[in-house]
């Protein structure tokens, strides 16, 4: 059986293939003979980022996990402006992060064409918000593609490269959760020579002052420039082969992106045939022409689309200023919140159209609410063996429930669950450190400063981080820390991978797709910064880290302690692949005496409780042998019953 990324790079032009959203993403770049692709990765686009590494070399394309979104778009970005293809990708949120470069770029375009792909996350399955990238679309006055299906996602790579080119602005495509997730049938194009060739391209920058350097003098001329440019989109857009008009009728939808794929199977349970679709894979800037044979004729419009009124205020506005009297129904019929689904969209034409539904969703909604109370929780937690939970008991043991503890965005969130409770706060990547100064601050005082409390009137703050979260944005937040003499500890949880988006490589690890690269120590780096006190420990010795984080909370300034042992979850799966054995644990009964302490303090998922015999016990197809249950346990009940590497 061919794996995914031997598909990837079949060069079967016309062979129909079954492939993920992402990774029909990544064969279209290639189709559209990229060059250069730079990504920090996030769920939901970590598959195109990780299609792209396992390619690269095959296919001459240069690729990196970068630092963060920021560095990612910056390098994609170089690439373009020297002549090449180029594309960087990221979650939503990761736009953030690159944001102060790609509102500046907006005014100074590009050569190369350039593709930013952004994954949003609508229901937030695996985010903090479900903001719209359409919106900030229109708001940079950037083009946005946004893909109805697999097939389109694969095919607006390659179009998006020849309009970033043909107008010299970047180009959007924009996906979700579901888009990049689901699968569906990709009929192959043409792979370009170079990259059947593996053919490594570079590029020629040209200096160019007045356009690639931001002072105001340079940039004024340029906002008209970007205005005009948004408008050339729109009359491009006109003649998309991913617009069109289908079906006839007195009343009309509009469907942007996925959103058109729920109105089609919408309209076929509920046996309507007689509507007028008008479906939009750009969904900023609206092309107004298509837009005006569309409306003409129709009683009543309705605007399906997810999350915020994008294409919505468009065309109200377009036809307001035509004078025209239509109704345009969106948001009253449609939630602004949460992701689209064929329920939603059927209720939503069903008002619109002043049908019954073909189900009772009310009696649905009830019978789900019975058998609810019926289906046993199941929360998510950290692995079994994750180092992450033997160092979150430490500092819960050490600092007391009594201390603030700030973290971060990673796996370890979770360590916010019960019976852990070790995160209070997190808001977004990098954002421990601030917070966690900011706390010092508010609650403490600066070591600086002569009026501020010290000894036991100190408010204890720990924060958490993860390796690769302090390379993206944790290293201006510790260095304001020290600069600015906080009084806080920051536990580094360093599993030497970026685990919760799919085990890539950081600064931490040294690896790239392209060979060793160099691997950066986060102790010397906090050494060089000048942090007061730096120590690395193993979480596995859960006893040596109670004891560092003591001496780290006694210290008056900044503590850095480095909690570093490999994420369980990638060790087992290396040790699976290499034939070995991991240790194995088991419950002594007799020395048990059912204090349940493995279970309410520590909480490992391998640990269960025999109700009968009122015993803890292990699972031991999920013990993976870490052996803090035994360190836990004050009556050693715990012991190893297979050796094994860890």
Not at 151 to 159: F, G, H, I, N, P
Not at 359 to 365: A, G, R, S, T
């Amino acid at each position: 059986m061919a794996k995914v990324t031997d598909i990837v790079l079949w060069d079967k032009p016309g062979e129909k293939v079954l492939l993920l959203g992402n990774q029909a993403i990544a064969r279209g770049a290639l189709e559209g003979n990229i060059a250069v692709f730079a990504a920090y990765p996030g769920t939901p686009s970590s598959e195109l980022t990780d299609t792209m590494a396992m390619v690269a070399k095959k296919t001459g394309v240069y690729m990196e996990y970068s630092t963060n979104e920021k560095v990612a778009f910056e390098t994609a970005l170089s690439a373009s402006w020297s002549g090449l293809r180029a594309m960087t990708a990221m979650k939503h949120v990761g736009l953030n992060v690159a944001m102060d470069s790609f509102m500046t770029v907006t005014y100074m375009g590009v050569i190369g064409g350039f593709v930013v792909m952004v994954a949003d996350d609508p229901s937030m399955w695996s985010s903090q918000n479900e903001q719209d990238t359409r919106a900030i679309a229109k708001f940079a006055n950037v083009p946005i593609l946004e893909p109805s299906s697999v097939q389109e996602a694969k095919d607006m790579v390659k179009y998006a490269f020849e309009i970033s080119e043909k107008y010299g602005q970047m180009v959007i495509l924009r996906t979700t959760t579901r888009t990049s997730h689901m699968r569906g049938d990709v009929v192959l194009g043409e792979l370009p020579e170079e990259i059947k060739l593996a053919k490594r391209k570079f590029g020629n920058f040209k200096k160019n002052p007045e356009r690639f350097v931001d002072i105001p003098a340079f940039q004024r001329k340029k906002h008209a420039w970007l205005l005009e440019t948004i408008e050339k989109y729109r009359k491009e857009f006109n003649n998309s082969p991913f617009n069109w008009i289908e079906g006839d009728g007195k009343v009309g939808i509009i469907a942007p992106g996925l959103a058109y794929a729920y109105v089609k199977e919408a309209l076929a349970w509920l046996g309507v045939e007689d509507v007028r679709i008008l479906k939009l894979g750009t969904p900023f800037p609206v092309p107004y022409g298509l837009l005006e044979k569309f409306l003409d004729g129709l009683e009543k419009v309705l605007i399906v689309e997810e999350l915020e009124p994008v294409v919505e205020e468009q065309v109200k506005a377009w036809a307001y200023d035509k004078g025209l009297s239509i109704p345009i129904h969106g948001k009253d019929l449609v939630p602004r919140v949460f992701e689209m689904t064929t329920r939603r969209a059927v209720t939503a034409i069903a008002k619109f159209l002043g049908l019954e539904t073909p189900v009772n969703f009310e009696e649905l909604d009830e019978k789900y609410e019975k058998v609810k109370t019926m289906v046993p929780p199941r929360p998510p937690s950290l692995c079994p063996a994750c180092p992450h939970r033997n160092t979150f008991y430490a500092i819960r043991r050490a600092a007391t429930p009594k201390a603030i503890f700030p973290s971060d965005i990673g796996c370890y969130t979770l360590g916010v669950l019960p019976p852990l409770k070790t995160v209070d706060t997190t808001i977004a990547m990098g954002g421990s450190i601030g917070v966690a100064h900011g706390l010092s601050v508010a609650l403490n005082g600066s070591v600086a400063e002569e009026q501020r409390k010290t000894g036991k009137e100190k408010k204890i703050i720990v924060a958490t981080i993860g390796d690769s979260t302090f390379f993206h944005t944790g290293l201006p937040a510790l260095a304001n820390a020290i600069y600015n003499r906080s009084n806080v500890v920051i536990v580094v949880l360093d599993n030497l991978v970026t685990a919760m988006t799919g085990d890539q490589p950081n600064p931490g690890t040294g690896e790239t797709p392209h060979g060793p690269g160099k691997q950066i120590k986060i102790e010397e780096v906090a050494k060089a910064m000048g942090a007061d006190y730096v120590a690395v420990v193993d979480p596995y010795d859960i006893k040596a880290v109670e004891r560092t984080i003591k001496e780290a909370i006694a210290v008056e300034g900044v503590s850095v302690v480095v909690a570093r042992r490999v994420c369980a979850l990638y060790r087992i799966g290396q040790l699976r692949r290499e034939g070995k054995q991991w240790p194995l644990y088991q419950v002594n009964e007799e020395k048990c005496t059912g204090c349940k302490i493995c279970i309410n303090a520590y909480g490992c998922p391998a640990i269960y409780w025999d109700a009968e015999k009122k015993k803890a016990k292990i699972d031991p197809t999920i013990c993976w042998g870490c052996g803090g249950c035994a360190q836990v346990c004050p009556f050693d009940a715990f012991e190893k019953v297979r050796e094994g590497e860890l």
